[in-house]
Nanobody, 127 residues
Framework: QLRLLESGGYLVQPGGSLRLSCEVS????????IGWFRQAPGLEREFVIC????????YDADSVKGRFSTSRDNTKNTVYLQMHALKPEDSGVYYC????????????????????WGQGTQVTVAS
């Protein structure tokens, strides 16, 4: 059973930066695409960014293009979400999720593709 644990959520001012971590356990993440999603109060959970098993960034939402990136450290079985130029609308609970990938470069933006989810970490962007 794959388990994911997010950390790094914090209160940050607009324009600031933050890095979230997603620690994967129970299996190596080399066979999994890892996605990041977020949910603001009262809104649906939405896709943010994902990377395929090879570490390529396959897909990122228009709202975060040029500001967010994701990377992997296979030695630590950890995926990172680096966020820059944060805006109040980036606030929410951030989740990482894993999908079994049959293509080393693939990851997808749809929630139903992901089989394993973390508990989430809160990010608040406010002055």
């Amino acid at each position: 059973q794959l388990r994911l644990l997010e950390s790094g959520g914090y209160l940050v001012q607009p324009g600031g930066s933050l890095r979230l971590s997603c620690e994967v356990s129970g299996a190596t993440m080399n066979s999994y695409g890892i996605g990041w999603f977020r949910q603001a109060p009262g809104l649906e959970r939405e896709f943010v960014i994902c990377s395929g098993p090879s570490g390529n960034t396959n897909y990122d939402a228009d709202s975060v293009k040029g500001r967010f990136s994701t990377s992997r450290d296979n030695t630590k079985n950890t995926v990172y979400l680096q966020m820059h130029a944060l805006k109040p609308e980036d606030s929410g609970v951030y989740y990482c999720a894993a999908e079994k990938a049959y293509d080393t470069t693939y990851c997808g933006p749809m929630e139903y593709e992901y089989d394993f989810w973390g508990q989430g970490t809160q990010v608040t962007v406010a002055s």
